[in-house]
Antibody, heavy 120, light 109 residues
Framework: QVQLQESGPGLVRPSETLSLTCSAS??????????WSWIRQPAGKRLEWIGR???????TYSPSFRSRVTISIDTSKNQFSLQMNSVTAADTALYFC????????????WGHGTVVTVSS | EIVLTQSPGTLSLSPGERATLSCRAS???????LAWYQQKPGQAPRLLMY???SRATGVPDRFSGSGSGTDFTLTISRLEPEDFAVYFC??????????FGQGTKLEIK
């Protein structure tokens, strides 16, 4: 069973770049029909989908984040990453990585999440 | 954007009772792309149902899902102590591809 684990700085300065990595263990991200996705949850608010990437490198982003987000994948390291530019306090949230089952479009495996605080 | 509204916000029930959670969409959602999740404090969300009525691997059969169009329901037939958690729905559709409901907190009465 694949497990996902987010990692990255817990504190980011305003206007700087948020960078997170999701490492997969227990299986390869190259196998099967899955997308790999980032989702966040600001405190007290609903989950927000940020974007997804296929193993081919093809990406789809939410319009809310498209202008300042890049998701990349490194299958040799069995991980995928999120970069979000020009962050503000509004980007403070619990960030999850998750696996999306193609054709069902449900998130069947999630990381435990990592808190990112944007503050000077 | 398809907005999902869940009700009630909080549901207070006792173990052994039946729970009915609602998820209403602002536009019609294909039942192929409606999912339900359970989340406990400090834990990752857990997929319960996909395609509105299909149970994910390992999910007990006391959980069931139904609905179509704009109205979907998650039912827990007989509550166990471990079922008390937050539940949220999710749809796949137009841009943005995925949206989530705000959640229903199921608490012990």
């Amino acid at each position: 069973q694949v497990q996902l684990q987010e990692s990255g700085p817990g504190l980011v300065r305003p206007s700087e770049t948020l960078s997170l990595t999701c490492s997969a263990s227990g299986g390869s991200i190259r196998t099967g029909s899955y997308y790999w996705s980032w989702i966040r949850q600001p405190a007290g608010k609903r989950l927000e989908w940020i974007g997804r990437i296929y193993t081919s490198g093809s990406t789809t982003y939410s319009p809310s984040f498209r202008s300042r987000v890049t998701i990349s994948i490194d299958t040799s390291k069995n991980q995928f990453s999120l970069q979000m530019n020009s962050v503000t306090a509004a980007d403070t949230a619990l960030y999850f990585c998750a696996r999306v089952v193609e054709y069902d479009d449900a998130f069947d495996i999630w990381g435990h999440g990592t808190v990112v605080t944007v503050s000077s | 954007e398809i907005v999902l509204t869940q009700s009630p916000g909080t549901l207070s029930l006792s173990p052994g009772e039946r729970a009915t959670l609602s998820c209403r969409a602002s536009q019609s959602v294909s039942s192929k792309f409606l999912a339900w999740y359970q989340q406990k404090p400090g834990q990752a969300p857990r997929l319960l149902m996909y395609r509105a009525s299909s149970r994910a691997t390992g999910v007990p059969d006391r959980f069931s899902g139904s609905g179509s169009g704009t109205d979907f329901t998650l039912t827990i037939s007989r509550l166990e102590p471990e079922d008390f958690a937050v539940y949220f729905c999710q749809q796949y559709g137009n841009s943005p591809l995925y949206t989530f409901g705000q959640g229903t907190k199921l608490e012990i009465k």
